[in-house]
């Protein structure tokens, strides 16, 4: 029921910066704790940013700074926006929604991002 659509994603030069957005339809948005992670081949997916129903935000340390997650629940919405690319963040990066009481994630599709010279 619940489908979460990425978007935003592309190439950039180091120092560009992007946003990616996550479209989530078939739930009730404002309910759900919301995420981005990112996989790089060969490497473990990792949780990047997160966001609950209040507001709240974390991100992985090497992101600090540079990313801000944020979330329009009027819109269904929550987006990443990405400063100071680096190489290194290259990866696919996924949106995740989670139920308030249900032991599954949803995921989106992917959107890669290419971060290179």
């Known amino acids: 029921q619940v489908q979460l659509v990425e978007s935003g994603g592309g190439m950039v030069q180091p120092g560009g910066s992007l946003r990616l957005s996550c479209a989530a339809s078939?739930?009730?948005?404002?309910?759900?704790?919301m995420g981005w992670y990112r996989q790089a081949p060969g490497k473990q997916r990792e949780l990047v940013a997160a966001?609950?129903?209040?507001?709240?935000?974390k991100y992985v340390e090497s992101v600090k700074g540079r990313f801000t997650i944020s979330r329009d629940n009027a819109k269904n919405t929550v987006y990443l926006q990405m400063n100071s690319l680096k190489p290194e963040d290259t990866a696919v990066y996924y949106c995740?929604?989670?139920?308030?009481?249900?032991?599954?994630?949803?995921w989106g599709q992917g959107t890669q991002v290419t971060v290179s010279s």
């Open positions: 078939g739930s009730i948005f404002s309910i759900y704790a």
């Open positions: 995740n929604a989670d139920p308030p009481s249900l032991t599954f994630d949803y």
């Open positions: 966001i609950t129903t209040v507001g709240s935000t």
